[in-house]
């Protein structure tokens, strides 16, 4: 398993390289397995398609920041970690964003989110599945999370971190903020 992570890390690192000079839409595998020194049967053993490397990529992203949310962060913390890392991979990300893919890290970033919340309000509600109104409430807080993460992203990331955190808490519907915020103690002083 440690070859296969230090491959796909290659390949992460290609990927991006790549961005810097085109958009990911036009990025072909070939451009990528050149770079990274690969075969495209390696690539192909690793991931479905440039874009399941990029979703990839987006999960170690989700394992060092917004997972640890209840584990050993607040939901202010894991989310200021999310945005922090996508600071620091801004040229990916912008481009990453940008795609029109329908495997694009917009949408695997949307479910990922809404599993993990789902995942967490089933565990405190101690149901298998949410209610109408509250699975209603999530999605669309999913939806408009992503949109304005998205944005910020894609807008150069001009706002500061801890101030779009802080906004985006504030946004989530009362109803959801007392059931995740007390995850590991308080979220933010409102």
Avoid at 28 to 55: C, H, M, P, S, W
Avoid at 99 to 113: K, M, T, W
Avoid at 139 to 144: A, L, N, V
């Amino acid at each position: 398993m440690e070859g296969q992570e230090r491959t796909r890390e290659k390949l992460a690192r290609a990927i991006k390289e790549e961005m810097e000079q085109t958009s990911l839409d036009k990025i072909t595998v070939t451009q990528i397995v050149e770079r990274a020194g690969v075969t495209r049967q390696t690539f192909y053993r690793n991931f479905k398609d440039k874009y399941d490397l990029v979703n990839w990529h987006f999960e170690q992203l989700a394992q060092r920041s917004f997972k640890q949310m209840g584990v050993s962060l607040t939901l202010r913390e894991g989310l200021i970690r999310k945005f922090q890392f996508l600071k620091g991979e801004q040229i990916f990300f912008t481009q990453a964003f940008r795609s029109n893919d329908c495997n694009s890290v917009v949408a695997y970033d949307y479910q990922c989110i809404l599993d993990f919340y789902g995942t967490i309000l089933r565990k405190k509600l101690g149901c298998r599945e949410l209610p109408a109104d509250v699975a209603f409430l999530l999605e669309m807080y999913c939806s408009g999370s992503i949109r304005m993460t998205v944005e910020w992203v894609t807008g150069g990331m001009g706002r500061p971190i801890p101030e779009l955190v802080d906004l985006l808490i504030e946004a989530m519907p009362q109803r959801l903020y007392s059931l995740l915020s007390d995850l590991r103690g308080p979220v933010a002083e409102n």
